[in-house]
Structures are given as structure tokens and as C-alpha cells.
């Protein structure tokens, strides 16, 4: 039978097919090839046995946190406490890009935000709109819930940001967690401990502890340079240009002509390790 993991606890994998849910243990020979199975994947099991006996090739997959097969993230995005970060932001959605998920920037906490500093973020956020990412408020409950339609979704972001709150205000049920935000660090602590998968709204949903491989190790500078999708509105002359010290490199003028934002580009060199924009 075909199912779907939903949860890891140790060694044992609950697998969920047609409405039920089976604790299963995976075969042997998963260890001996270092197999390692992960929330998300859809595995081949004997309900009778209790046993993983293979997993069904993945759409995607990611170790920090150890998940598979999504297709859409809400990138949980606070205006304070955290403070909004445009570094932190455009990381996850290189990561995302990187690995064919589509990325939706969430924003929260706006009814404690002065208006000024909202004004300020949404007119950035005009730049990712215009570039083609979708953007939300988590008081947008009923544009959520649409989202969600039939895709599996994983909700991510800066520690204290509000992921488990927007996930209680759309089930109240799940009661999930929340931590308060350290004042003096900046930065909550971590309440999601293991990952799930759960059903909402006609779609899957994922809570996690969010992404923590964000350093961009082992990714070679091609891969993040084509994770910018507005560079590709803007053909370089130079074959394979990683946009950084060419003379006529389209990207860079661009940059100069104010048609790509400059801190997106001042990310992307900071990403491939080329140091600080120089006009």
C-alpha cells in the first residue's frame, strides 16, 4: 500500500493512507544504505507487518528541518520583534527557489507596528509583488485558507514570528505551542520540537522548528544567482556572468537604474560570498 509519513518519533514512522494512521518501523536494509525517511515522503508499507518497505521518489526534500515533497511555503515575516529582515527574507526564498517550492511572504504583527514602519515594509514588499511573489497578512485568514487548496504546505520564519499563532488562528483546535520573544535578544524560542504534518482546508500543512541551513554551504554561486528571477528580465551580454565585476553586466546597471532594488542585490553578492555593492 501507498501512504504518506505525517510524523517521526525515534524509530517509528506514522504513516497515514485513506483516513487511517499505521506506526511502522522501516527494513533493515534502510540502515544498511543509510536511507533516511522523512516527513513528507510517500512510502510504500505492509500494514500487516508495520514495516517502510520503500520510499516513492520526492518532489524536494531538505535535512534542516528533515522534510519532503512541498509546494508552497509561508514565509513568516514579522514587522517587530523580530525586526523585519530583508536578508533573512530573501535567504528563504533562494532556499525555496533552490529547491521548487514556491515562497509567500507572510507578514505579522502589524497591529503593533507604528504606522510609519508599515507604510515603509509594504512599499518594499511592492518590489516582491511586481516580481512576482504572492504577499499576505496573517489577518488574511480567508486568502490563507485558499492557498492551501490542495498543496502541502510548510509555514517558516524567524523564530517568534508568529508561524504556530497563524497556524492556532486557522485551526483553533491544534492549540499548538507559542513562545514570547526575547526583548533584550531580539529572538523567540524555538516551541516547535517535531515535525507534522497535519490536513487543513483541503490541503497539508507542516510545522516545524524552521529552516536552519541557511548558510548556503555546498550551493554553487550559479544555482543562487538563478534563484533571483528578476535578473532574468534583464539578459547580460556576458555568457554565464555572475553579475559582480563584469563592466557592461545588464544586472548591474539595472541595479544603477533602480529597475532591480539594490538590497537584493547586495544580498545576492553577500549569498555567493563577493562581498559589499559598489556603485
Known amino acids: 500500500m501507498q501512504g504518506q509519513i505525517i510524523k517521526i518519533v525515534s524509530d517509528l514512522h ?23 525517511p522523512l516527513v513528507g515522503d510517500y512510502v510504500l508499507f505492509s500494514k500487516e507487518k508495520n514495516l517502510i518497505e520503500s520510499i516513492v521518489p520526492r518532489k524536494n526534500e531538505f535535512q534542516r528541518p ?21 536578508n533573512l527574507l530573501d535567504k528563504l526564498i533562494v532556499l525555496m527557489e533552490i529547491n521548487k517550492v514556491e515562497p509567500i511572504i507572510c507578514i505579522t504583527k502589524e497591529d503593533i507596528t507604528d504606522e510609519e514602519e508599515k507604510m515603509r515594509v509594504y512599499s518594499i514588499l511592492e518590489y516582491y509583488k511586481n516580481i512576482g511573489y504572492k504577499v499576505v497578512s496573517n489577518q488574511d485568514l480567508e486568502e490563507i485558507e485558499n492557498l492551501l487548496h490542495n498543496k502541502t504546505s510548510v509555514f517558516t520564519g524567524q523564530t517568534g514570528a508568529g508561524k504556530s499563532t497563524l497556524l492556532n488562528k486557522l485551526n483553533p483546535d491544534w492549540d499548538l505551542e507559542t513562545g514570547e520573544v526575547s526583548l533584550a535578544l531580539g529572538r523567540g524560542r524555538h516551541t516547535t520540537r517535531v515535525v507534522e504534518l497535519f490536513e487543513l482546508f483541503d490541503g497539508k500543512v ?19 544567482r538563478d534563484s533571483f528571477v528578476e535578473f532574468r528580465d534583464f539578459p547580460c551580454p556576458f555568457k554565464d556572468c555572475n553579475h559582480t565585476k563584469e563592466g557592461e553586466c545588464a544586472i548591474k546597471q539595472a541595479v544603477l537604474d533602480g529597475k532591480i532594488m539594490k538590497s537584493r542585490y547586495e544580498n545576492y553578492l553577500s549569498f555567493i560570498g563577493e562581498g559589499n555593492y559598489e556603485s
Open 66 to 86: 528533515k522534510v519532503s515533497n512541498i509546494d508552497q511555503a509561508f514565509l513568516i515575516t514579522s514587522l517587530v520583534h523580530p525586526d523585519f529582515s530583508l
Open 14 to 36: 506514522i504513516v497515514s493512507c485513506n483516513g487511517e494512521t499505521y506506526p511502522c518501523k522501516c527494513r533493515g536494509i534502510f540502515r544498511k544504505e543509510h536511507i533516511t
Open 206 to 224: 507542516m510545522d516545524t522548528p524552521g529552516f536552519s541551513a541557511l548558510d548556503f554551504k555546498g550551493v554553487s554561486k550559479e544555482l543562487i
